[in-house]
Antibody
Framework: EVQLVESGGGLVQPGGSLRLSCTAS????????LTWVRQAPGEGLEWVAH????????YYRDSVRGRFTISRDNAKNSLYLQMNSLRAEDTATYYC?????????????????WGQGTLVTVSS | EMVLTQSPATLSLSPGERATLSCRAS???????LAWYQQRPGQAPRVLIY???TRATGIPARFSGSGSGTDFTLTISSLEPEDFAVYYC?????????FGGGTKVEIK
């Protein structure tokens, strides 16, 4: 069974830092893209960042580029999101998700397994 | 910058009725790399459709996706009680993904 479990959320002051972790099991971790998606309270989904299977390809939404860093450790089946210079508008539940898988010339482009999320609150 | 506009914002229907949800993109979604997700209250999202029209594993046949270019549709042929939820479309045609604002399907 595919499982993704986030941790590391909590209350942090504006300007502070937080590191989220996502531990995965039940699939070949190093074969998949991985994604962070967030959801502010009562709001919709917002894609944050994603990272390629070997960790070299990384993409971010404009509002977090330069402040957030996505990374992965394939030996530990773990995904991370280092969040610096946090702002009130970063307050949200952060989900990690298993994403695109490619085999040969065929790719399955979707976030097909999600964790239950970890809440980050940025407030003084 | 890609913008996805979902309509209507809220759809009030009864069980057994047909639901038609729209997702309009501000630019062409190349290769129809568009996905649909369902989110029930208090739960993580789950994927329903990818590449605009391919059902994900385990998704019932009452869910179908269609469209290309800038206009996409998610259809639920006959609403079951568990289908009342919020639905999001997602553009995956570039390296930075975008979600639409969501359509809430509520019980009438």
């Amino acid at each position: 069974e595919v499982q993704l479990v986030e941790s590391g959320g909590g209350l942090v002051q504006p300007g502070g830092s937080l590191r989220l972790s996502c531990t995965a099991s039940g699939f070949t971790f190093s074969s998949y893209w991985l994604t962070w998606v967030r959801q502010a309270p009562g709001e919709g989904l917002e894609w944050v960042a994603h990272v390629g299977p070997d960790g070299s390809a990384k993409y971010y939404r404009d509002s977090v580029r330069g402040r957030f860093t996505i990374s992965r450790d394939n030996a530990k089946n773990s995904l991370y999101l280092q969040m610096n210079s946090l702002r009130a508008e970063d307050t949200a539940t952060y989900y990690c998700a298993r994403d695109t898988y490619c085999s040969g010339t065929t790719c399955w482009r979707m976030s097909d397994s999600w964790g239950q999320g970890t809440l980050v609150t940025v407030s003084s | 910058e890609m913008v996805l506009t979902q309509s209507p914002a809220t759809l009030s229907l009864s069980p057994g009725e047909r639901a038609t949800l729209s997702c309009r993109a501000s630019q062409t979604v190349s290769n129809s790399y568009l996905a649909w997700y369902q989110q029930r209250p208090g739960q993580a999202p789950r994927v329903l459709i990818y590449d605009a029209s391919t059902r994900a594993t385990g998704i019932p046949a009452r869910f179908s996706g269609s469209g290309s270019g800038t206009d996409f549709t998610l259809t639920i042929s006959s609403l079951e009680p568990e289908d009342f939820a919020v639905y999001y479309c997602q553009d995956r045609s570039t390296w930075t993904f975008t979600f639409g604002g969501g359509t809430k399907v509520e019980i009438k």
